[in-house]
């Protein structure tokens, strides 16, 4: 009787379609030479021994079912997961040089800039603090409707995208639409660029330096300028003060000095927190600088987070001074993609 082939002992391993009884002495050790994914040749099935022979046999002879399966086929294929962008809210804490670690989780250092992640997101409606991560993108809606003393209504609603840059700046780009007492509305538009002078915690205030062009339809347009200036004062206790300079490039040039300031606290973290903001306002025309309108605005504030990716601000100001309106309202709904 002829011996058997080692590649033919190891076909036999590997096929769970054959179809003759399996045996201990068909399956010995394959040697160190064989593979159970390269075959080329196969033995016929046999009644005993005797029949055994050397002739080999083509792949394509076999039987479907008996056939080894190649890598490709017998591997299921691989799962390619795409890159994508961090967002604020699941970037991991990076160690600051000197920083403690906060107990709230919005208060973590995130990101390039070592900056809190309370920071990332808006946290007041009127007064900005730093700038958002780079890589952040973000989606705003504004309505800010103004009840005046007389009773009359006016109001401001925009349409935002800001997108945090590299190096410290944020780009912010606006739809506008301003609504007189008549209803008569007038479209608009806003480009804004901020710059964070150095990364967080490293100069009293973390300054941010901020500029804006205004486009108006028929007004005249505006260029803003502020200062903005945010901290931590302690646990779960947040500071934002804006220092504003808006002024008309035509018409009655009017000037609008602001200082706007917030505080917050947190009651749940990252998902609610309160506080309370200020508005003061000055305001002159080309023919009557000295003539300063004082309008002064203050009132509670609020930020719920229903889910990590989306944001509501709400802040009610109320007037204090003669030349300010009876109450500006502030409603912000952020969405982070």
């Known amino acids: 009787m002829k011996s058997r082939s080692t590649w033919a002992s190891g076909l036999a391993a590997l096929v769970l379609g054959i179809t003759a009884p399996a045996r201990a002495d068909l399956f010995p050790a394959a040697d160190a030479g064989f593979s159970p994914y390269a075959a080329p040749h196969a033995v016929a099935p046999a009644a005993d021994d005797d029949d055994l022979v050397d002739e080999p046999l083509l792949l394509a002879d076999l039987p479907d079912v008996a056939k080894p399966l190649s890598l490709a086929e017998s591997a299921p294929a691989p799962t390619r997961i795409q890159p994508g962008r961090v967002r604020s809210y699941d970037l991991p804490p990076v160690t600051v040089g000197g920083a403690k670690p906060g107990a709230l989780r919005e208060e973590d250092r995130v990101g390039p800039y070592g900056q809190p992640r309370w920071t990332a997101t808006r946290r007041f409606p009127n007064t900005r603090v730093y700038v958002i991560p780079e890589g952040k993108l973000e989606a705003e809606l504004w309505f800010i409707p103004r009840f005046l003393k007389n009773g009359n209504t006016n109001g401001r609603y925009l349409a935002e995208i800001e997108y945090g840059l590299p190096y410290r700046f944020q780009l912010d780009l606006y739809y506008r639409l301003d609504v007189d007492t008549d209803g008569n509305g007038e479209n608009g538009a806003q480009i804004e660029l901020r710059w964070a002078v150095a990364d967080w915690g490293k100069i009293w205030g973390n300054p941010t330096l901020y500029a804006e062009y205004i486009f108006h339809e028929d007004s005249a347009d505006a260029i803003e300028f502020k200062l903005l200036l945010g901290d931590e004062l302690a646990r779960g206790v947040h500071w934002g003060v804006n220092f504003v300079a808006e002024l008309e490039t035509g018409g009655e040039r009017e000037y609008v000095y602001e200082v706007d300031a ?32 004082c309008s002064v605005m203050v009132g509670p504030s609020f930020q719920w987070r229903p889910m990590p990716q989306l944001s509501v601000n709400f802040a009610p100001l109320f007037g204090v001074t003669d030349d300010a309106p009876t109450a500006r309202v502030y409603l912000n709904i952020g969405w982070e993609f």
């Open 262 to 293: 917030g505080i917050s606290f947190t009651v749940i973290d990252e998902v609610f927190s309160v506080g309370a903001e200020v508005k003061a306002e000055f305001a002159s025309v080309k023919d009557s600088r000295s003539d300063l309108e």
